[in-house]
């Protein structure tokens, strides 16, 4: 069976899954492991949470 890949949300430690997210400052895909709660905390407003943005520039995405 596959090894499961934990949520790269800081402090979640549920399975994720790939998902394709817009970076919203450079308008760029990237591609990050979440869980649905997450992904769906992500995608719930136009304003993405303050955890993406940090997420984002932890894993060298953002400058």
């Known amino acids: ?3 499961e890949n934990p949520c790269q949300r ?3 430690g549920k399975p994720g899954k790939p998902r394709a997210m817009t970076d ?5 895909t990237v591609e990050l ?3 649905d ?3 769906d905390a992500a995608r719930a407003n136009d304003e ?9 520039t932890h894993i ?4």
């Open 60 to 63: 060298g995405l953002v400058g």
């Open 10 to 12: 800081p402090g979640c």
């Open 37 to 39: 709660d997450c992904y």
């Open 24 to 28: 919203p400052a450079r308008h760029k």
């Open 33 to 35: 492991r979440l869980c």
């Open 48 to 56: 993405p949470p303050l955890w993406f943005r940090e997420l984002l």
């Open 1 to 3: 069976m596959a090894e």
